[in-house]
């Protein structure tokens, strides 16, 4: 470190670290699922490992995705999905933003957009990385385009937590 400098003025800030984030969400989701190829509707990725994800399509503008993420897996302390990720795409910044999240056992990350701005940006933050976290692992796992089907039918019964 050079004399005389702060660890503040070689940082990134809470801001640029958020937009990093998102642009490597980007990147993870077109690289994973290719939204930008589907139609609305509702998809499930299945690779054998009892963890079947859901990507629900719910719009699809000019320049903008609007899509849900979730495991097919119920949480029995909010009766949701868990974990779960609602999620705009912008094709032309190419970010993806964590709108909210949910990511399991009762902690449901909300944010209130009257809230101080530090606060806001704690928990976008907080999303944006859960996300990127979330894809990495997903990939990891094995899910892609390849593994993705249209989901014709709800199942009857559901993976739980306490299976």
């Known amino acids: 470190m050079m004399m005389g400098s702060r660890a503040a003025d070689w ?15 980007y990147q993870q989701i077109v ?8 139609r609305p509707g509702q998809y499930l990725s299945t690779v054998g490992d009892g963890l079947d994800v859901q ?21 029995p302390a909010t009766g949701r999905h868990s974990p779960e990720a609602q999620i705009r795409v912008y094709s032309d910044a190419r970010m993806a933003e964590a ?3 949910h990511p399991g056992r009762g902690r449901w990350l909300h944010l ?3 809230g101080p701005t ?8 907080h999303m944006a990385t859960f996300l990127s976290r979330w894809l990495v692992y997903l990939a990891e796992q094995g899910h892609s385009i390849d593994t993705l089907q ?8 559901e993976v739980s937590f306490e299976s």
């Open 112 to 114: 209130d957009p009257h």
């Open 55 to 75: 990507l629900h399509l719910y719009a699809c503008h000019t320049h903008t995705l609007e899509l849900e993420l979730t495991y097919m897996v119920c949480d």
């Open 99 to 101: 709108l909210h999240c």
């Open 11 to 25: 940082l990134p800030s809470r801001f640029a670290m958020l937009m990093g984030l998102q642009a490597e969400s």
């Open 31 to 38: 690289r994973l699922f290719a939204p930008q190829s589907l």
């Open 150 to 157: 249209p989901r014709v039918a709800v199942p009857a019964a």
């Open 118 to 125: 530090q606060i806001i940006l704690r928990y976008r933050l």
